[in-house]
């Protein structure tokens, strides 16, 4: 199929005793989970619907509050420290419950895509229409600082192609909303899930012969 060079070599072998544990963040699904063995049917989810919703009432308000004709600073700071407040113990469980998935593995080391988001707060992008824009950088943020309270080494890696890329074959497929599609003759695969198809791809991607440092995180 595609030719493109690929940043992964899919089926590498992983060193003895070291699981990981690939973990693709998310929209429609917070979280999507999977060793590098797994398979897409028994990966780990955790639905988004409601942090959905709430963003989208945060947004609308900023936008309104942007748009009147007095200072609205102090209401948007006001209105955004309440929001936050309401989606961060939902962020927070979410990352505690990913921790623990992996903790059923031998070894266990959270793998998660290298994001790059030039570094804005959350309440910079306060009014990014997009929720992952908003939303990824706390959740992996979250994740990052419980994987270290439960002494978890965390690795980031290249995430280009990830959700494309078939976790068997290696090959680019096509991707729909919710699934994937291997297109390659002889692979298995089939159609599956996108998300949990990105969670092993991630996962697959840790290189084990580098050495992986714990990574410490400041809570927010
Ligand atoms: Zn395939």
Redesign the pocket.
């Known amino acids: 199929m595609s030719s493109t060079p690929l940043p992964t070599t899919v089926g590498q072998r992983h060193s003895v005793g070291v699981t990981p544990v690939g973990v693709d963040v998310g929209v429609k699904n917070l979280i999507a989970a999977a060793p590098a063995d797994g398979d897409v049917e028994s990966a780990f989810t955790i639905e988004g619907g409601h942090i959905r919703t709430r963003h989208e009432a945060l947004v609308e308000a900023m936008r309104a509050l942007q748009g009147a004709k007095f200072d609205s600073t102090e209401g948007q700071i006001q209105l955004f420290a309440a929001l936050w407040h309401q989606i961060r113990p939902q962020v927070y469980d979410a990352a505690v419950r990913v921790v623990r998935y992996a903790q059923e593995f031998a070894g266990p080391m959270l793998v998660l895509e290298d994001l790059s988001f030039c570094g804005a707060s959350l309440w910079e992008r306060r009014t990014a229409d997009d929720v992952g824009t908003w939303l990824l950088p706390a959740l992996q943020h979250a994740i990052a600082v419980k994987a270290r309270d439960a002494g978890i080494p965390v690795k980031h890696v290249d995430p280009k192609y990830t959700t494309q890329q078939?976790h068997?074959?290696g090959?680019l497929?096509s991707v729909s909303q919710d699934a994937v599609e291997?297109t390659?003759e002889d692979?298995p695969?089939g159609t599956v899930s996108r998300d949990e198809s990105a969670a092993l791809s991630i996962a697959q991607r840790a290189n084990l012969a580098e050495p992986t440092e714990l990574t410490y995180y400041a809570d927010d």
């Open positions: 078939c068997v074959c090959e497929g291997c390659t692979c695969v």
